[in-house]
């Protein structure tokens, strides 16, 4: 099967890039994760990099997270 899209990307606990694939003509549930060095090297013509850096990261650094707190009032209800 050939990749149709990436869908997600994560970074195991060892820091390897892992993107998560959709495959052409197949369902759903057949989508998985593999490490970006297999897909890169297995699929070249499948533009990887240019795809996570398009959801906020890159192969170097993953997305930048901000998180924002909201402190909760004492008492009340």
């Known amino acids: 099967p050939q990749p149709a ?3 997600s990307y994560r ?3 060892t ?3 892992e ?3 959709q ?3 197949l369902p759903d549930c057949e989508n998985s994760w593999e490490t970006a060095t297999k897909m890169q090297t297995a699929f070249p013509q499948f533009q990887l ?3 996570v850096i ?3 990261g890159s192969i170097d650094r993953g997305p930048v997270v901000k998180q924002v ?3 909760r009032e004492k008492g009340g209800s």
Do not use: C, F, M, P
């Open 5 to 7: 899209e990436l869908l």
């Open 11 to 13: 970074y195991s606990r």
């Open 15 to 17: 820091g390897e890039l």
């Open 19 to 21: 993107v998560l694939i």
């Open 23 to 25: 495959w052409h003509n």
């Open 49 to 51: 990099e240019d795809k």
């Open 54 to 56: 398009a959801r906020g």
């Open 69 to 71: 707190y909201v402190r």
